[in-house]
């Protein structure tokens, strides 16, 4: 099976999606990737809270494109805040999409998880994309304040997106809040998080990796 990757939305976070899958897979199975990375995609967060802003739905279009080249069988974006645009992704092209929002959302059905909290980009939170599948699964949300919002951004864009040090007090700080107003479970609901998760060697039970559902699910599943 050929699997086509939507890359570049986060390149360290397509990266650390890589060690994800080549970690999981099974050597017996045949698998190839087509990874199409374009680090120069606008801004998601960007678009969604200025649409006056360049639209990134087109270079994710243009990936598309040329994945399909390829023949691919898939079709997987390691990006959350991207997933805002998934109705126009399965509308651009007939090969099978996953979104890891929705298996994410999926995943917390199936371990019979009431609550959750949620850690992502800004642009994630406004666009609702984590809000609506948890509705339809009667799971409730919970976010963080504006105050603690601000510390998660930091992370992603000053930190493991420029490549710097972070500060895990105020990020643990953040998850035992949520803890504490009854989530069972926290949603690393960005990629770039994900790669947080993976530099830091996180082993928390009560976080719930996005990317990792990902990996998980593009290597079960099955052509028809």
Known sequence: MKIGIIGGLGPLATVKFME???KLLDNDKEMQFVVINDPTTPDRTNYILDNNKPNPIHSIIEIIRKIE??????????CNTASYFYK???ANTKIPFINIVEETVNYLKDINIKKVGLLATEGTIKSDIYKHFLEEKCIDLVLPNKNEQKVISSIIYDGIKAGKKINMNEFNTIIHILQNKGCEKIILGCTELSALRMIYNLDNEVLIDAMEILAQKTLSYKKN
Do not use: H
């Open 88 to 90: 126009e992704i399965m």
């Open 20 to 22: 994800i899958l080549n």
């Open 69 to 78: 080249i390829f023949n691919c069988d898939l079709i997987v974006m390691p």
